[in-house]
């Protein structure tokens, strides 16, 4: 793995929080009080460098508001973030766009992540012009060109002329990783990079995500809903559960080893292809959805639908996380017993 | 976008357009249009109606409100137009130290009522004799009228037969009336027009019968010295139609003042139109953008200026300042810039929140490159549209703020052309040419902006939508 | 058991300017009462249009170009709309579409919704209506009171329930679902999957389910249909394609592969190069051919017609004539 290598960390996240004010008209708000929605509320984890790093949960779970406050499109409510060493929790305005030389997105719908009236030279001449790299054309076409056969969008040439709804989902989500690649960033934040694309194809894009990685020795936020993916190409997973991480550790330990009952059920409702299974009904330990964040249940959150929730878990403080070895941790009360 | 990407779109959206049936027509007219303003110099038949349209003693040879020529297929007795013969065949029989210089202007007359006057009109140089006479179709010449001019210089020399050859006309109808009915004439109740025009017969005073033919007016001078010229020698056949639309009360040819207003029709529909729509869709977009605070008080001035009587004020404005066009269109663009605001921002707000844009921002781009070149160009096919849409209101509004009379008075416009129809009570004394033309014209020209600017939006529209 | 529905050689074209997209090109199934025929394959394998197919719906400019839809023996295809308005759709075969969960008119209640579907085809009182829709909302595990609510009011999960209750309430002889729990969380797709197969088993119910996941078709399908490039390359039971034996078809085999298991880890996922093809210009043969692992040169001149290698057992792959 490659974190005992390189054991150094490149982001730093402690305590970080996101509150939303929903925005009001004068007549609602003269009626309501308003109702807090805490996206992200109080998250710590560390991210090596050269490491993947998945975020997993439902929707509703913040694992994007995450992925957003750590591409700073968003401010957070609270916490720190440290970046390479600096504190970028609140940066200005030139600090800001350094930032985002070093830190990149891919987003999950390739199709609307590229602005269709752009050609694809375009697309990746984008971040070439915003942070005035220097270059005639010609050197620009040098760089797009390298990053389009760094993804193995081959003849590159060919490509630059096309508008993105020429391409498929799965050559339109390698443009958008050659786009973030070609300002040479230290890390990528993905946010559910292949929800979108074809069961085939899937697996062929998280390779060429894999194979960037390794050759740029990028560190990876890997944001998504899906274990199985999450299992093959995160080096540790963090399970979030409505704006809290539950559960964090090396993947194989998470998947195959659970010790919340979150995680759990995550993994026990996860359909794999055997048969013999058409006449019988699933158990599920857990029921009903996840409740609304603007109203999150005191104590430990996930007790309105936990099966083994004590009258403990309704009252006291909500559990931190706790180390029970091998970088794995759990935030459950009842974690022995269960 | 280069040319070629630039030439495809057209080429996509034009075969969607020529589907539009209704936008096809607008398009049509708004190009025969534009032709007539290219080629209003060839076509114009009073070629400076643009400066002369206030000056009376440019119009006075033409006939006043006279309808229009074509009047003649729907009426039993043919009136004679109004003609200009412009093309004599000019000779000079030189003589000894003197020449006789002779003007022949052919005029082929095929109607039952003859032209009101027939004026002749030259400017001269020097002094000389002139003589002014008419060959027949039936052979006989009448010498009309002859006089010296003394000591022009560049003066006009301006011969009006209706007046001038009544002596002449009075003797050629003693020759050929029947005594009983000379009785009842002397030479200044003969009418020369319908001596000049009817066949010689003895009952040619009472019941005059047209003599259709080809006429030939003559006029004939003598040069006797070297200082002598006469240039731009032309006839005007005044009948009592006129023209393509006729003339008003003030002899002004409508047709050529329709024509001069064109332009300025379509002039204040366009630039009023394209500033206003480009402040609009930048005013809705950076509101749309910024939201929040910024939003709201832009929200704030836009209700403001959207709550004002726009026609009112205009009225106001104009009465007071007796303001040029651009004033006009200037005042206008305050009050119209606020028409695509309100669609604007909320297709700025959807795309605000398309995740390219959130990915632009995530690449670091500015709010001005976003704005730019992200947001701007998707909106650009809603406003050509708009402000094909917003141009009818322009031409009304200057024709409205014209009509009441106060437009700029330097330039002919429709509404001014309607305004003067109204205080000369064109509508009461039955010249309806004098006002459905230019009332049409502004319908018409509305029309076709509104019917390209649907098509458009049609086109357009769901296009931004889908993507 | 009895076959409800039988697809005999529909084919199903596109006529657009710039040529015939062959969407459907000769496909047959048949579906049993109580049964889940599990439709999966690619995006533009011809799923959903199959499903819409089915219920007199083609997406335009799609146009029946030949073949029958036998619904208790009846062809639907040549019935004129009117009669397959009052008659079949939504009487016979429902469907709930693909994200029908978040085209629930927004400015309405649950019950007004449910209440004009059910009224447009049953002469009915308004309070035995609203029993029914209760009894039905009851079904699919909601209570009744989500009549009274409005669709945002609802989590993805309620509003897909009350899809299929209202798919359901007219009885229909079968129920086609379009990727019903695409847009769903694990836990609540495995919430949804349980309670269909909880109505099939209570009700004898037959649905026909369309999804791109193989691993959801082992859950739910007693019966697969392998579908590429607008043709049907595999059909078989669940035992046959996901049991030890495995599927026959190098397409399922692939596709099977690409599916990521959590509980086995594996180095690398394996996945099917390229993309399906343009279904106006097909390529010649088998219509797989420049994807598939095992080609044969056979592959690229012919067509393999669909043929039975096992009872129950159709594939159409050149590899098993031997």
């Known amino acids: ?338 | ?467 | 058991m009895d076959k409800i529905l039988e697809v005999k050689n529909l084919k199903l074209y596109y006529h657009t300017s710039k040529g015939v997209v062959k969407a459907l090109d000769d496909v047959s199934f048949d579906l049993y009462k109580g049964e889940t025929l599990g439709l999966v394959g690619e995006s533009g394998c011809g799923k959903t249009t199959t499903g819409t197919a089915l219920l007199r719906m083609p997406t335009a400019p799609g146009r029946y170009d030949g073949g029958q839809i036998l619904i208790d023996g009846r062809d639907i295809i040549p019935l004129p709309e009117k009669d397959v308005r009052k008659n079949v759709r939504w009487e016979e075969v429902a469907m709930v579409f693909q994200g029908a969960m978040n085209c629930l008119t927004p400015v309405y209640t649950i019950g007004k919704q449910m209440l004009e579907t059910l009224q447009e085809h049953r002469d009915m009182e308004k309070e035995q209506a609203e029993e029914l829709i209760r009894e039905y909302l009851g079904l699919v595990g909601l209570p009744g009171e989500v009549m009274k609510r409005y669709p945002h009011e609802l989590s993805g999960g309620m509003k897909q329930r009350v899809v299929i209750a209202t798919a359901l309430f007219l009885k229909p002889k079968f129920v086609i679902l379009d990727e019903p729990t695409t847009a769903l969380d694990v836990i609540v797709q495995a919430q949804i999957i349980n309670l269909l197969k909880k109505l099939k088993k209570t009700f004898d119910l037959s649905f026909i389910f369309i999804t791109h996941d193989l691993a959801l078709e082992a859950e739910v399908a007693d019966r697969i249909c392998v579908m590429y490039a607008g043709k049907i390359a595999e059909l078989g039971t669940n035992a046959q394609i996901f049991g030890k034996q495995g599927p026959m078809h190098p397409y399922t085999e692939k596709l099977l592969a690409a599916t990521p298991r959590l509980h086995r880890k594996v180095e690398s996922l394996s996945f099917i190069p390229g993309t399906p093809p343009d279904l106006i210009d097909p390529p010649k043969g088998c219509r797989f051919n420049p994807r598939c692992h095992k080609v044969m040169d056979k592959c690229y001149v012919e067509e393999p017609p669909l043929k039975e290698v096992e009872p129950g057992h159709m594939v159409a792959c050149w590899r098993l004539e031997k």
Not at chain 2, 15 to 34: N, P, Y
Not at chain 2, 327 to 332: E, G
Not at chain 2, 421 to 430: D, H, K, M, P, Q
């Open chain 1, 1 to 338: 793995m490659s974190e005992n290598k390189n054991p150094e960390v490149l982001l730093k996240v402690e305590n970080l929080k996101k509150h939303f004010t929903p925005h009001m008209g004068l007549a609602a708000s003269l009626g309501k009080a308003r109702k807090v929605v805490k996206a992200v509320d109080g998250i710590s984890f560390d991210i090596k460098k050269g490491e993947i790093f998945a975020l997993i949960g439902e929707s509703g779970s913040g694992k994007t508001t995450t992925g957003k406050l750590v591409m700073k499109l968003i401010e957070p409510t609270s916490g720190t973030m440290i970046f390479d060493g600096e504190d970028v929790t609140s940066i200005a305005k030139k600090q800001l766009e350094a930032y985002r030389r070093k830190v990149q997105m891919i987003f999950q719908d390739p199709y609307a992540s590229m602005n269709p009236r752009f050609k694809i030279r375009d697309v990746l001449e984008e971040p070439l012009s915003i942070h005035r790299i220097e270059g005639d054309r010609a050197r620009h076409d040098e760089m797009i060109v390298k990053a389009l056969e760094e993804v193995k969008i081959t003849p590159p040439e060919e490509f630059m002329t096309r508008f993105p709804h020429m391409l498929s989902g799965g050559q339109r989500q390698r443009v958008a990783t050659a786009r973030t690649l070609i300002l040479n960033p230290k890390m990528l934040v993905a946010d559910e990079p292949v929800s979108m694309i074809d069961l085939s194809t899937r697996a062929e894009i998280l390779h060429m995500m894999k194979d960037v990685q390794r050759d740029l020795g990028l560190t990876y936020l890997y944001i998504t809903h899906d274990l199985s993916t999450a299992r093959y190409f995160a080096d540790r997973i963090a399970v979030m559960y409505l704006g809290r991480i539950v559960e964090m550790g090396p993947a194989d330990m998470i998947i195959d080893k659970p010790l919340h009952p979150y995680t759990k059920a995550l993994i026990d409702a996860v359909p794999e292809p055997e048969s013999g299974k058409v006449d019988v009904i699933k158990e599920l330990p857990i029921s009903g959805e996840i409740p609304s964040p603007a109203n999150i249940p005191a104590g430990c959150r996930f007790h309105t639908r936990c099966p083994y929730a004590t009258d403990e878990c309704k009252t006291l403080p909500e559990p931190e996380l706790e180390d029970i070895g091998g970088g794995h941790m759990h935030a459950c009360r009842r974690w022995k017993e269960i």
């Open chain 2, 1 to 467: 976008m280069n040319l070629k990407d630039f030439l495809a779109g057209l080429s996509d959206f034009w075969s969607e357009f020529r589907r539009d049936k209704a936008g096809l027509i607008g398009l049509a007219i708004l190009v025969v249009a534009i032709l007539a303003i290219i080629f209003e110099p060839v076509i114009v038949p009073f070629k400076e109606v643009n400066s002369k349209w206030r000056d009376i003693n440019y119009w006075e040879d033409n006939s006043s409100g006279a309808p229009p020529a074509w009047t003649n297929a729907f009426s039993s007795e043919k009136k004679a137009v109004t003609t200009s013969l412009d093309r004599p065949r000019k000779e000079e029989i030189e003589g000894d130290g003197v020449s006789i210089r002779r003007y022949e202007f052919d005029y082929s007359y095929r109607y039952d009522q003859p032209p009101l006057d027939v004026i002749f009109r030259a400017e001269g140089w020097g002094t000389f004799p002139i003589l002014v006479s008419v060959e027949r179709p039936d052979g006989q010449v009448i010498d009309l009228y002859q006089y010296v001019a003394e000591g022009l210089d560049g003066d006009d020399l301006r011969v009006t037969l209706a007046n001038d050859s009544k002596s002449a006309a009075y003797q050629f109808l003693a020759v050929n009336a029947s005594e009983a009915d000379m009785a009842n004439y002397d030479s200044y109740s003969v009418k020369p027009m319908v001596i000049m025009f009817s066949e010689a017969s003895p009952s040619m005073a009472t019941a005059p019968v047209a003599l259709t033919g080809k006429y030939k007016f003559i006029v004939q001078t003598m040069v006797m010295s070297e200082d002598v010229r006469i240039d731009n020698a032309h006839f005007t056949v005044v009948g009592s139609v006129s023209g393509i639309l006729g003339s008003d009360t003030g002899k002004r040819d409508l047709f050529s003042g329709l024509l001069a207003g064109l332009k300025w029709a379509l002039l204040i529909g366009f630039v009023t139109s394209f500033i206003s729509v480009l402040l609009g869709v930048l005013y809705g977009i950076i509101s749309a953008y910024f939201g929040g605070a910024i939003d709201s008080t832009m929200n704030f001035i836009y209700e403001l200026f959207v709550s004002m009587p726009v026609l009112p004020i205009l009225i106001v404005i104009s009465a007071v300042f007796k303001p040029s066009i651009w004033f006009i269109i200037a005042a206008l663009v305050v009050f119209s810039w606020t028409g695509p605001v309100k669609t604007v921002r909320s297709m700025a707000m959807q795309i605000k929140e398309e995740t390219y844009i959130e990915a632009a921002r995530a690449l670091g781009a500015g709010k001005w490159r976003i704005i730019f070149k992200h947001m701007l160009p998707l909106l650009i096919p809603y406003s050509f549209a708009s402000m094909a849409l917003s141009v009818p209101g322009a031409i009304l509004y200057e024709a409205s703020v014209s009509l009441l009379g106060l437009g700029d008075a330097t330039i002919t416009t429709w509404g001014q052309i309607l305004h003067d129809a109204l205080s000369s009570g064109a509508v009461l004394n039955g010249l309806w040419w004098w006002v459905v033309p230019p009332g049409f014209s502004i319908a018409i020209m509305g029309m076709s902006f509104a019917f390209i600017g649907s098509a458009m939006d049609k086109i357009l529209h769901p296009k931004l939508r889908t993507r």
